[in-house]
T-cell receptor
Framework: KNQVEQSPQSLIILEGKNCTLQ??????????LRWYKQDTGRGPVSLTI???SENTKSNGRYTATLDADTKQSSLHITASQLSDSASYIC?????????????WGLGTSLAVNP | EAQVTQNPRYLITVTGKKLTVTCSQN?????MSWYRQDPGLGLRQIYY???????DKGDVPEGYKVSRKEKRNFPLILESPSPNQTSLYFC????????????FGNGTRLTVT
């Protein structure tokens, strides 16, 4: 069964600190892996999309890694800010050609405290 | 401004009263989709459309209908809403599912009493 599992479920850090969120997946065939940020009550916003051949991708203070062999991804947030408080969702695209499906994780809820 | 617009933002209705949630995008995207989000269950896909006049069921299509008569619009229809359809709904669009991100609307919070 295709699944995306994220850990931890929730995380509290102090402003200015770094943190790393984890995503493990069992999706085949793999197409790409995405990270989204979702503020409470708002629609998710895309942070990054990684294909099979990409190991690392950055978007400002967000850096995503992908290990396609172990089927693991991480999202590292550097020098956290209060505005980073949100849910971070890992999504894996499975399938090929026009027959693709997005498999959504349940997200990691991050709280950045002053 | 490139965006996905959903209306209404909040909706309270009663069981059995037909309703429509509108979704419009101005990015000329071919792919559009509806999701519902419930605590502990994450985002679940209701219906999606690869292009005009092409719609397909997602993971939780029961009780919902959609149409795609024009590229920019993808309304979600609840013919006879029930309390278990109380949820936060999101419309999303994308150039495609290859390597393009989904752009989400701001959501519609629906309560069915």
């Amino acid at each position: 069964k295709n699944q995306v599992e994220q850990s931890p479920q929730s995380l509290i850090i102090l402003e200015g600190k770094n943190c790393t969120l984890q995503c493990n997946y069992t999706v085949s065939p793999f197409s790409n892996l995405r990270w989204y940020k979702q503020d409470t009550g708002r629609g998710p916003v895309s942070l990054t999309i990684m294909t099979f051949s990409e190991n690392t991708k950055s978007n400002g203070r967000y850096t995503a890694t992908l290990d396609a062999d172990t089927k693991q991804s991480s999202l590292h947030i550097t020098a956290s800010q209060l505005s980073d408080s949100a849910s971070y969702i890992c999504v894996v695209s499975e399938g090929t050609g026009n027959n693709r499906k997005l498999i959504w994780g349940l997200g990691t809820s991050l709280a950045v405290n002053p | 401004e490139a965006q996905v617009t959903q209306n209404p933002r909040y909706l309270i209705t009663v069981t059995g009263k037909k309703l429509t949630v509108t979704c419009s995008q101005n990015m000329n995207h071919e792919y559009m989709s509806w999701y519902r989000q419930d605590p502990g269950l994450g985002l679940r896909q209701i219906y999606y459309s690869m292009n005009v006049e092409v719609t397909d069921k997602g993971d939780v299509p029961e009780g919902y209908k959609v149409s795609r008569k024009e590229k920019r619009n993808f309304p979600l229809i609840l013919e006879s809403p029930s309390p278990n359809q109380t949820s936060l709904y999101f419309c999303a669009s994308s150039l495609g599912l290859l390597n393009s991100p989904l752009h989400f609307g701001n959501g519609t919070r629906l309560t069915v009493t």
